[in-house]
């Protein structure tokens, strides 16, 4: 009976956090001029207007490749600080763990902030790979944990049969450990990118004039709302879910791969 509740309320919670969408998809192809639920018809006006307008499609193309560098630069740095915090041995290694994890507890308006004083220091307000790198503190956590839990429940035994084989430790690393760790890798990369492509807080302190995607959808809130926003958020909303797919069974099937 106990399960049964758990089950249902489960559910009415999802049914919840689902409810708005039913009202943002519809709105995103209302032909009224502006929201209104429920749309008196349907058009793809909104999006069209989403395609011809030169500063959402840069704002776009802006959040996605600040994204796509704060996925590699996570990487590059949370892979190696994953391994060192599972593998060796040495003082402060839980201190540096929790120093690792600590964007994930601290609220991102006072991280904004703090890093919003120090780049005005640097000069870095408004510049791209400042953004980049605010970033990869928030996404740092997310790559540091999957690749931690990868890295825990990998079996040891397959480096050390490499090794007794005659392979040196780079041989291992690129063809037993890292194939063999590459659910972890997709699945840390793609949770970065998303970390990335939907932070909105870093944005307003530290883009200046330069708009992301979630800031030119902010901004335009404040100034005038109209159904484009409906359409460019299910935009949104879709390319998350697709990336959420990515995570879920594309890294399974590279983990059926490496076996």
């Known amino acids: 009976m106990s399960r049964r509740l758990l089950v249902v309320a489960c559910g009415l919670i ?7 969408l039913l009202v943002v998809f519809p709105i995103s192809l209302s ?12 058009s793809w006006q909104w999006y069209e207007r989403y395609l011809d307008d030169p500063q959402w499609i840069e704002a776009t193309w802006r ?39 600590a964007p994930i507890i601290v609220p991102t308006i006072i991280l904004s902030v703090a890093v919003y004083g120090i780049f005005a220091k640097l ?17 740092l ?10 890295l825990r429940d990998f079996d040891r035994g ?7 084989l005659g392979a040196s430790r780079w041989q291992t ?28 807080v870093v944005a307003l302190f530290l883009a200046g004039a330069n708009m992301t995607l979630p800031k030119k959808m902010f901004d335009n809130i404040l100034m005038e709302i109209d159904p484009t926003i409906a359409a460019v958020s299910v935009i949104q909303i879709l390319l998350v879910s697709l990336v959420l797919v990515l995570i879920g069974r594309f890294g399974r099937g590279l983990s059926g791969s490496a076996r």
Request: aromatic share 12%.
């Open 141 to 150: 956590p997310f790559v540091v944990l999957v690749m931690m839990a990868g």
């Open 158 to 164: 397959l480096e050390q049969a490499a090794e007794g």
């Open 14 to 20: 999802y049914f919840f956090l689902m409810l708005p």
């Open 31 to 42: 032909s009224a001029p502006y929201m209104q639920f429920p749309p008196p018809g349907f």
């Open 173 to 200: 690393l690129r063809r037993i450990t890292l194939p063999l760790l590459r659910p972890s890798l997709v699945s840390a990369g793609l949770l970065a990118f998303i970390s990335s492509f939907d932070e909105v």
């Open 63 to 101: 959040s996605l490749y600040i994204g796509v560098s704060t996925a590699i630069l996570a990487l590059a740095l949370g892979v190696p600080l994953a391994f060192s915090l599972v593998r060796a041995k040495f003082r402060g290694r839980a201190v540096i763990e929790r120093l690792a994890l």
């Open 123 to 139: 000069k870095l307000i408004g510049a791209w790979y400042g953004l980049v790198v605010a970033h990869t503190v928030l996404a």
